[in-house]
């Protein structure tokens, strides 16, 4: 049974940053290309950042480009989202996804890609 559990979410001011984290288990992670996405209130899910299980491969979703980073720590089985310089439109709640048994360069950018996925945790940006 996979488990992701998103944490670092909050309350921040424009310009501000926050970190989240995801920590997975039940399988191995460092097998699995991971994927964080977000949704707003009345908006479809939107893809921010995939990485390779490798993590050799990163890419980004045009609105985040240059502000957020994804990263992952395989000796702790976790994945992180360096979040700076946010703006009021990066308010929604954040997921993390996985998908196991994949190439090592396989990346993910919709959500249909992904087989597991967080409870999600929420970020907020005053403006």
């Known amino acids: 049974q996979v488990q992701l559990v998103e944490s670092g979410g909050g309350l921040v001011q424009a310009g501000g940053s926050l970190r989240l984290s995801c920590a997975a288990s039940?399988?191995?992670?460092?097998?699995?290309?991971m994927g964080w996405f977000r949704q707003a209130p009345g908006k479809e899910r939107e893809f921010v950042a995939t990485?390779?299980?490798?993590?050799?491969?990163?890419y980004y979703g045009d609105s985040v480009k240059g502000r957020f980073t994804i990263s992952r720590d395989n000796a702790k089985n976790t994945v992180y989202l360096q979040m700076n310089s946010l703006k009021p439109e990066d308010t929604a709640v954040y997921y993390c996804?996985?998908?196991?048994?994949?190439?090592?360069?396989?990346?993910?950018?919709?959500?249909?890609?992904?087989?597991?996925w967080g409870q999600g945790t929420q970020v907020t940006v005053s403006s």
């Open positions: 996804a996985a998908r196991f048994t994949v190439p090592g360069t396989f990346v993910g950018f919709t959500p249909k890609e992904y087989d597991y």
């Open positions: 039940g399988r191995t992670f460092s097998s699995a290309a």
């Open positions: 990485i390779s299980w490798s993590g050799g491969n990163t």
